[in-house]
């Protein structure tokens, strides 16, 4: 009854196995799908495998990617913040709360960074960072002033790698 009940479920399975081919070592990523099928007097299931083993090497090593970024930049004593000059999105590293009390979720725009710029220093750094990313350079440096949480302002030297797509020099997103 158990069985005839997952034959006949109406949902797919899907999921990806790890799989030893018999010609040796070699573990692969396979993707198996099932799923019934039912014509005429006939019941079943469609099993399908698909090799996507590039894509899982992909993915883990996307993943392992990430969590090196996120253990340097939290042993870094540094504020570390990734700007997408294309779209104007910010994401900080969680040093952005510990050295200026603001949660790194509450700056996510490029415009909520510059209202914490100093009034008096704002037209300076952003036109510092436009006329960098403007003459086609590929780092930038600025002194201001940044709003604490508790109001207070701070001194910062901020230095930027401006990422640009090889082949047409513009920013890369």
């Known amino acids: 009854r158990e069985a005839r009940a997952r034959l006949d479920a109406p949902d797919a399975v899907c999921r990806d196995w790890p799989w030893t081919f018999p010609d040796g070592d070699d573990v692969r990523t396979v993707h198996v799908g099932t799923r019934p099928v039912h014509a005429a007097q006939h019941r079943g299931r469609l099993w399908t495998f698909d090799d996507v083993s590039a894509r899982a090497r992909a993915e883990r090593a996307l993943r392992e990617s990430e969590e090196r970024y996120r253990l340097a930049t939290r042993a870094s004593a540094d504020v570390v913040w990734e700007w997408d000059a ?12 510990r ?6 979720e509450a700056l996510r725009h490029y415009d909520d960074w ?6 008096d220093d704002d037209a300076r750094a952003h036109g510092s960072i436009q006329a960098a990313i403007a003459r086609g350079t590929t780092a930038w440096q600025c002194e201001y002033r940044f709003r604490r949480a508790d109001g207070a302002w701070a001194e910062v030297t901020d230095r930027a790698t401006i990422v640009r797509d090889p082949d047409s020099g513009r920013l890369r997103r």
């Open 86 to 97: 294309v779209r104007g999105h910010v994401v900080w590293s969680e040093a952005l709360r």
């Open 99 to 104: 050295t200026f009390g603001h949660r790194p």
């Open 114 to 119: 510059r209202r914490h710029v100093h009034p």
